[in-house]
């Protein structure tokens, strides 16, 4: 099964087969434009959500219901390791028994 995504950036519409992406010297700039579009669009997202937070931790309406989705507030309990506890307790050398390096392959993109 092909999977397409539908794009728009800077008034071009494009659709692409994400099975095969060919990459041009404009993949950067068109790249970059859909990072930022995505940070603005997170900027934006996370806003709604604090205010939804602000307004279910306060009271008693934790459900938001709109035409299309439905939002519900949460709250969990999250519990973390405490590296440099351990370290401090156990020594960098007992840490590093129980820890694995794996590479990873990132593309940074960043404003010229």
């Not at 700039?29 to 995505?38: F, S």
């Not at 401090?88 to 593309?107: D, L, P």
């Amino acid at each position: 099964m092909l999977e397409f995504v539908h794009c728009n950036v800077a008034g071009i519409t494009k659709d692409y087969d994400m099975t095969t992406i060919t990459t041009t010297a404009a993949s950067a700039d068109e790249l970059g434009t859909l990072l930022a579009q995505i940070a603005t669009l997170t900027k934006q997202a996370d806003a709604i959500k604090d205010a939804m937070k602000d307004v279910a931790s306060k009271g008693d309406n934790k459900v938001f219901e709109g035409a299309l989705f439905k939002c519900t507030y949460t709250e969990t309990d999250r519990t973390i390791f405490d590296k440099a506890a351990f370290v401090e307790v156990f020594g960098e050398e007992t840490y590093a028994k129980f820890t694995k390096t794996t590479a990873v392959f990132s593309i940074k993109t960043t404003a010229r």
